[in-house]
């Protein structure tokens, strides 16, 4: 979700869906933000990781879904 700083993007987000089935990316967070510019590959892998520990895990239907790469 793409939209102007302070405008409740991530209020919104953690009011409508479930913490315990939600990976979260923060990239306000200046680490995060640093080790995903440098390898972007990272973000694929955090995503497959998070999939593999939350096996009940099905995105929502109006949500981005990222397609590994072959």
Same mark, same amino acid.
């Given at each position: 979700m793409l939209r102007a700083r302070g405008t409740g993007k991530s209020k919104l987000l953690q009011a409508s869906l479930p913490t315990e &089935?939600?990976?979260?990316?923060? /990239? /306000?967070?200046?680490?995060? /933000?640093? &080790? =995903?510019?440098? &390898?972007? !590959?990272?973000?694929?892998?955090?995503? /497959?990781? =998070?999939? !593999?520990?939350?096996h009940n895990y099905s995105p929502p239907s109006q949500c981005m879904q990222i397609t590994p790469a072959k």
């Open positions: &089935n939600t990976l979260w990316i923060d /990239l /306000l967070d200046s680490d995060e /933000l640093l &080790n =995903f510019s440098r &390898n972007p !590959k990272i973000v694929e892998e955090r995503i /497959l990781a =998070f999939e !593999k520990t939350h």
